[in-house]
């Protein structure tokens, strides 16, 4: 589908329309949350782009290239949620989640654990680029999530939403490690100063 026109200039007054056509201010926490998640979107698709480039263990690059860009259609939808203010819009089935979402990373979160090393220790942000950048991912998805829960206290959210954001926010922490684990990158493991 080619876009006609990218400006439309109707934002041009600080206020933007949510799906259905409400419009409400740019600074109101909907709009805050589903901004959130599209920020996520995007960086995770700068982590599809490292995996890419560093080649994380080639014959792993296609399926967690396939799972990230699973995540990335479910974000849109989660955004597409968020941005329907069921008050006065009903959902469309383009703003529900599918079944089994939760379950997919749950699962990938399992088969990842799996093949770590236990370590103990809380783990500094970092190693490879790739895994560094799954990190920042982890940190924008927790912002997520608490600007979801805050819009969730005045105002209709899916609990299924909220799981899934807290689930992904594990599955991007066991990522960074399974690409650190896999690229031969130890972890550094946070050395507490009081002693």
């Known amino acids: 589908m080619k876009i006609m026109r990218v400006y439309t200039k ?38 599809v782009a490292l995996i ?8 792993t690059v296609g399926s967690l290239r396939e799972e990230l860009i699973r995540i990335q259609n479910s974000l849109f939808i989660v955004g597409t949620h968020l941005a329907t203010d069921q008050s006065k819009t009903p ?14 990373l ?11 090393p236990e370590k103990q220790g809380f783990v500094l942000p970092g190693g490879t680029v790739a895994a560094a950048q799954a990190h920042v991912c982890r940190t924008v998805c927790r912002r997520a999530e608490r600007r979801i829960a805050q819009l969730a206290e005045i105002a209709k959210v899916g609990p299924e939403i909220m799981q899934y954001i807290n689930r992904l926010s594990d599955y991007l922490f066991i990522l960074a490690k399974i690409i650190n684990f896999n690229m031969g990158h130890g972890e550094i493991v946070w050395q507490s100063p009081c002693r």
């Open 10 to 47: 109707t934002g041009d007054n600080g206020t933007t329309a949510l799906v259905g056509g409400v419009r409400i201010k740019k600074t109101d926490i909907r709009l805050e949350a589903y901004g959130t998640v599209d920020e996520l979107n995007s960086q995770i698709g700068l982590l």
């Open 52 to 59: 890419e480039k560093q080649g994380v263990e080639n014959e």
């Open 91 to 104: 959902l469309y089935p383009s703003a529900i989640l599918p079944e089994g979402e939760t379950e997919m």
């Open 106 to 116: 749950e699962q990938a979160i399992d088969s990842m654990n799996a093949q770590l």
